[in-house]
């Protein structure tokens, strides 16, 4: 977009060769006798000569066709070719019928028109740079212009070919040009590299009704898009909830969602892919001495079988508008995905479901989580309701939303910590687990998944939402403060954070 430092110019250069006019006063004045020489011989006398007067192109500009001749030979030949054009204008005034001869009324006309465009004002200019002898040296080249054809613009003299554009090179031959600093740009080029273009359908992002580039960008991943893209179906990713460019195509996962090609990669879509994500945390919970003692089913679900496991559900809080996992403390039957489903085209075919009866062993009957999503929003998913689970078992009771919410978004938090940011918090880490990231099977991750990581951690830090958000903020804060240990042991005392 263009700055304030930008300037669109029109008609900026005086085009010109041969002999510089040294003042707009001279040039008026010699200009003045040279055109009452004329009127003194009558209304037929009204011509003019072509090709040696200077072409008027508005306020700015002047295309002056200077002879390279001395004074008094111009004076000379000034007269000649004026006795010579007089001539001519009273032999066709002659040959044509009465109708046709001008007035002294319109060379009265004539002569206030030209005498009216003179007193116009001028656009104010540094004078430029004389050299002795009346030579000019090119701005951008900085050889001699001699008697060629030169651009006067810029406070400066240029060659035709030397006045190029800063972006393709190229000579500007156009009348309007544009300005950033001291560097000049076709306005096409200058449009190119700094007008905002829209990330969706990859064209120029256009302006509203007040003239002003009117786009929408995303918090983290800053992508611009035209506002028209968030009410026109376009789909957006469920995951990193990018939307989609018109040169991509999106995985639907045929409940509404849309998947991105890059959270694919990492997307785990079935019960059995899962365990080895499931266990590694739990492991991570016992590295904290948090150990879940209870064997608690963990089974991924469709999107329908959650929302029906949440009405089923008598108490809990749920995270809207959509809910990802589920703690689950009432007996249900829940079905949940036996084989992961294949690509085709661009959605999801051969999906199997198994219908599983899930009995109340303990304080958690089944951790739910929705399925086809990245490694890290997954197990930061089960992280969290993994921390639902040790609350219950461990005797919680009666915790607010903002509280019990907002400890378990920190050790969410905290399990994305340590897998993109090892050792942050002296936590152990899961990154050495198996899972369905080929990445992640290397014991690393990739520059993107830990992207990704980072989005996820962005997400549960800015959330504005008064359990989720604000709950996490200030459970953060005490744990900042006072250790994990310290602020779970306050919050089963006093049902509170410590402050």
Known sequence: MASSGVNHLSHPCIYGSGQFVSSY??????????????????????????????????????????????????????????????????????????????????????????????????????????????????????????????????????????FCCLACSQPITEHEFSLSGRNPYHKSCFKELHHPKCEVCHQFIPTNGAGLIEYRSHPYWKQKYCPSHENDNTARCCSCERLESWNTRYISLGDGRSLCLE???????????????????????????????????????????????????????????????????EEQTVSSILRRPKIGGNRLIGMRTHQQKLTRKCEVTAILVLYGLPRLLTGSILAHELMHGWLRLKGYRN????????????????????????????????????????SSKKGGKSDLEKKLGEFFMHLIAHDTSTAYGEGFRAANAAVNRYGLRRTLDHIRLTGNFPV
């Open 263 to 329: 959270c694919m990669e990492s997307a785990i879509m079935d019960t059995g892919d899962c365990q080895s994500l499931y266990h590694a945390i739990r492991d991570y919970y016992e590295g904290m001495y948090m150990k879940l003692d209870q064997q608690i089913p963990m089974l991924l679900v469709e999107r329908q079988a959650l929302n029906e496991a949440i009405e089923g559900e008598k108490n809990g809080y749920h995270h809207m508008p959509e809910t990802r996992g589920l703690c689950l403390s």
């Open 25 to 162: 006063s001279e040039r008026k004045s010699r200009f003045m006798k040279w055109l009452g020489k004329i009127f003194k011989g009558g209304s037929s006398r009204s011509s003019i000569a072509s090709g040696r007067h200077p072409q008027l192109l508005g306020e700015e500009n002047m295309v002056w066709r200077a002879p390279s001749r001395s004074m008094d030979d111009r004076s000379r030949a000034d007269n000649e070719e004026l006795d010579h054009a007089m001539a001519l204008s009273l032999t066709e005034n002659l040959r044509k019928p009465n109708g046709y001869r001008r007035s002294a009324d319109d060379d009265e006309d004539l002569a206030r028109a030209l005498q009216e465009s003179l007193n116009m004002s001028s656009y104010p200019r540094a004078p430029p740079q004389i050299f002795p002898g009346g030579y000019r040296f090119c701005g951008g080249c900085n050889r001699e212009i001699g008697s060629a054809n030169y651009l006067g613009c810029m406070g400066a003299f240029w060659h035709p070919e030397c």
């Open 399 to 438: 915790l607010s939303p903002e509280v019990e919410e907002g400890i378990c978004q920190v050790l969410s938090y905290m399990w994305l910590e340590a897998e993109v940011m090892p050792g942050s918090r002296s936590m152990p880490s899961t990154s050495t687990a198996s899972s369905s990231s080929s």
